[in-house]
């Protein structure tokens, strides 16, 4: 893509437009939607790219893939309607064709074997259903290459762009290995039970054998399994189902920091691992329809081991981290009730911390940083103006431009009334851009909502904030947050300076010894 040079008002959006630094750590299928928004935004003049290079752009990432039709009529787009297809994505296709009947065929078995139902429930009642019992049946006719070979037909699907039939063929195939606990027999069957006394032995030896919860029940995972678990999050990404994207996140999570632990993921790997995480995961936490996305989001991204991968290799999403703690900041203090005020501090402060690890700025990040840290509110007001630029522009914060807008507001107004505690509504109404009258109003609805701890002085056309007293309690709390992690700081750095006294010591004694000698 070309980036405009002129100054247009479509430049400062492309100026901060984050496709390219997001692009390489997503699968080339999810980059599809991305380019599908960029072109709208290109439709509506809202951004200076040019269309044919988009277009272009989208043909070589379809190279790779086997969604050959597709490339084709980006080929004619390109070129033109009537421009000849190159011989070799005629070739391509002929060979897409071939492969997919390849795989097809070899896979057969199998594929008959999930789609019959009472054979399969008999396996799982059984406890056969998986790689060695099936395979060890000559009846089924299924070897371990049958099985290798569904697989591959799942991800040749995935491919060409079938993602519902490749999520269905990886969820057959995750069940081989997991062991999911049994259903409960009918309280006739129990009664039986419990006169063999067989019960309980037998209830705890499925409870020994039960999988994973947060990994789709699997008993255990390596790097082959988490690529098939990569694969499941990727297919339900694309078909949008945001729910079960939520489950297939948790799955590869839990995989990376199992492998990382047993050291079956070397320290880089799982960085990198964690870094594509981080990427892969906006589109759930910004789709999420329950509300509580974004706090998982916040949870998530400051975690220790997932902020170093922000700090290291994507600091660029500090933009996304910055809206979530704006957007969930009200709600997440409204549900700790007494603690409201402590709770929304404590979010801000962690993520002024994070914003000093992190080499990146933007709109969103310094309309915050001039508000949080430096209370410069001319200047907030001005990044602000361009913060609703950036929102409508970016694929994942869009659908939150106006809820992201209003908590803005709310934050200027609520910082703006904390270090003058008493203002004047016209005042106040500039700095909102808004009259006075409806200011008022606006700020009665916060009141009315219990989102605010202020009140309307209508004697002297001003609004009060509330003292917002901190007790005891919560003062204790956050001075005693972090001294675990303080005192080991002492230790290490204590640790570290004895080591260098020792070793200079050492050298002391060598250059003594070998002064000695001459």
Not at 100 to 121: I, S, T, V, Y
Request: with cysteine; hydrophobic share 40%.
């Amino acid at each position: 893509m070309t980036a405009p040079t002129d100054a247009t008002p479509a430049t400062d959006a492309a100026a901060y437009d984050l496709t390219s630094n997001i692009s390489p750590y997503l699968d080339l299928h999810m980059m599809f939607p991305l380019l599908e928004y960029i072109d709208s935004l290109i439709s509506s003049g809202s951004i200076s790219y040019n269309a044919m290079d988009v277009a272009q752009a989208r043909l070589e990432l379809l190279k790779p893939t086997h969604m050959v039709d597709y490339a084709m009529d980006i080929y004619r787009e390109v070129h033109g309607e009537n421009a000849q297809i190159p011989q070799e994505m005629e070739d391509q296709k002929a060979g897409v064709f071939k492969k997919l009947e390849e795989l097809k065929d070899g896979q057969a078995a199998f594929e008959e074997l999930c789609r019959n139902e009472e054979a399969r429930a008999n396996l799982v009642s059984s406890n056969q259903w998986n790689v060695q019992s099936i395979t060890s049946n000559a009846s089924y006719g299924i070897t371990a290459e049958t099985i290798d070979n569904y697989y591959k037909f799942a991800k040749f699907n995935f491919d060409c762009g079938d993602y519902q039939q490749g999520r269905d063929m990886i969820e057959n195939y995750l069940s081989l290995f997991a062991s999911p606990p049994k259903q409960r027999k009918e309280d006739g069957d129990d009664e039986d039970d419990e006169l063999t006394g067989g019960d309980d032995n037998r209830n705890a030896s499925e409870e020994e054998k039960t999988g994973n919860p947060n990994m789709y029940y699997l008993t255990s995972v390596d790097t082959t399994l988490l690529q098939v678990l990569w694969g499941k999050l990727s297919c339900e990404i694309l078909v949008e189902d945001w729910e079960e994207a939520a489950v297939a996140l948790v799955a590869v999570k839990t995989a990376i920091e199992s492998l990382a632990s047993s050291s079956k993921l070397s320290p880089l790997d799982a960085l990198h691992q964690r870094t594509w995480l981080l990427h892969w995961s906006l589109f759930v936490f910004w789709n999420d329809a329950s509300g509580k996305g974004l706090e998982s989001m916040v949870d998530l991204f400051t975690s220790e081991k997932y902020l170093q991968a922000i700090t290291t290799h994507a600091p660029h999403l500090l933009r996304y981290l910055t809206a979530a703690v704006l957007l969930c900041k009200r709600r997440a203090a409204k549900k700790a009730g007494n603690n409201s005020n402590a709770e929304g501090r404590r979010l801000l402060r962690d993520l002024v911390k994070v914003m000093k690890q992190c080499e990146y700025s933007d709109p969103i990040v310094e309309f915050v940083e001039q508000l949080s840290v430096k209370f410069d509110f001319e200047a907030a007001q001005s990044q602000l103006a361009l913060c609703e630029k950036v929102l409508s522009t970016d694929f994942f914060l869009c659908k939150q431009t106006e809820l992201f807008m209003e908590e803005a507001r709310v934050f200027v107004f609520e910082n703006y009334c904390r270090i003058h505690h008493k203002i004047d509504l016209t005042t106040l109404g500039e700095k909102l851009a808004m009259d006075r009258n409806r200011a008022e109003r606006w700020i009665v609805d916060l009141i009315r909502n219990a989102l605010l701890d202020a009140k309307i002085d209508s004697e002297e056309g001003c609004v009060v904030m509330g003292t917002g007293s901190t007790s005891v309690y919560e003062k204790v709390m956050d001075r005693t947050k972090e001294l675990t992690a303080r005192s080991g700081g002492l230790v290490v750095n204590l640790r570290s300076y004895m080591n260098d006294v020792k070793r200079d010591k050492i050298r002391k004694e060598r250059k003594a010894r070998e002064e000695a000698e001459y």
